[in-house]
């Protein structure tokens, strides 16, 4: 029998790979992480060789430099929203980012959220933490301006 401590690590790396899998960030891209998990996240993309990793308490001034975002929040779609917020100012004109969702009806806020930001969702995947969405954006600085 394993500890639920176990089974919430052996979860959150299932999580963090399908992340990976789906956003393809190299080891030197600069990688945001935020949400409820942030903090495992940040560790365990460390661990992997990520030297890039940070978090937005680590790196404060969102300069859009980061090429690569990866949320976890799996508990109200609001909080998602706000995080969304929070960290677009941090990526890049091109990024990539991956949200884990818990519920379906989260699902469709972030959906709606994400392409409000710029970005288009490419995929989604079922883990045993919920769904993990993924989508990128081209060009959003020159939609802003154009605007």
């Given at each position: 029998?394993?500890?639920?401590?176990?089974?919430?690590?052996?979860?959150?790396?299932?999580?963090?790979?399908?992340?990976?899998?789906?956003?393809?960030?190299?080891?030197?891209?600069?990688?945001?992480?935020?949400?409820?998990?942030?903090?495992e996240l940040y560790l365990a993309l460390r661990r992997?060789?990520?030297?890039?990793?940070?978090?937005?308490?680590?790196?404060?001034?969102?300069?859009?430099?980061?090429?690569?975002?990866?949320?976890?929040?799996?508990?109200?779609?609001?909080?998602?929203?706000?995080?969304l917020d929070r960290l677009s100012p941090f990526l890049?004109?091109?990024?990539?980012?991956?949200?884990?969702?818990?519920?379906?009806?989260?699902?469709?806020?972030?959906?709606?959220?994400?392409?409000?930001?710029?970005?288009?969702?490419?995929?989604?995947?079922?883990?045993?933490?919920?769904?993990?969405?993924?989508?990128?954006?081209?060009?959003?600085?020159?939609?802003?301006?154009?605007?």
């Amino acid at each position: 029998m394993t500890s639920p401590a176990t089974d919430r690590t052996s979860a959150l790396q299932q999580v963090l790979d399908t992340m990976i899998s789906l956003t393809r960030p190299s080891a030197i891209q600069r990688v945001i992480v935020a949400g409820d998990d942030s903090l495992e996240l940040y560790l365990a993309l460390r661990r992997l060789g990520f030297i890039r990793a940070t978090t937005p308490a680590i790196c404060r001034v969102p300069k859009a430099q980061h090429g690569v975002g990866l949320i976890s929040s799996r508990n109200s779609g609001a909080g998602a929203e706000s995080i969304l917020d929070r960290l677009s100012p941090f990526l890049a004109a091109n990024a990539s980012i991956a949200v884990l969702v818990g519920t379906q009806d989260n699902s469709v806020k972030i959906r709606t959220k994400l392409q409000m930001l710029g970005f288009r969702i490419e995929a989604g995947v079922r883990c045993p933490s919920g769904l993990v969405l993924s989508a990128c954006r081209q060009g959003h600085e020159q939609m802003a301006r154009a605007a």
